[in-house]
């Protein structure tokens, strides 16, 4: 069976192993990968040419976001509060048991 590796110069092994792989590989790698985190970056409202400032507004729609949702909940609760305690209260008093 013949063997198809070959032996890297240890100038070469160092540099591979450094990498992790062939340069070449890892740059397309590394160019792949770039460009998936920079689609999912835009989508949530990043610009790459003032980072700083889209952190910040990402953290600040993340509050008011967090802060909404508690909003709407506390509305949900209250709209079906209106329903289930009065039935769970008139199921309490009318399946009372009875005194002995």
């Known amino acids: ?12 092994e160092g540099l591979y192993r450094f990498l992790g792989g062939s340069p070449l590989t890892v740059a397309f790698r590394l ?3 770039s ?3 920079g689609v999912v970056l835009a989508a949530i409202g990043f610009d790459p040419w003032n980072i700083l400032s ?3 507004l990402l953290f600040q729609r993340i509050w008011d976001l967090g802060f909404d949702a508690i ?17 769970w209260l008139l199921s309490r008093l009318f399946s009372a048991p009875r005194g002995r």
């Open 71 to 87: 909003n709407g909940l506390w509305r949900y609760f209250l709209l079906g509060a209106v329903i289930v305690i009065p039935l």
């Open 31 to 33: 160019v792949l990968l």
């Open 1 to 12: 069976m013949p063997d198809d590796t070959r032996e890297l110069p240890a100038a070469n």
């Open 54 to 56: 889209s952190i910040r």
């Open 35 to 37: 460009i998936l985190v």
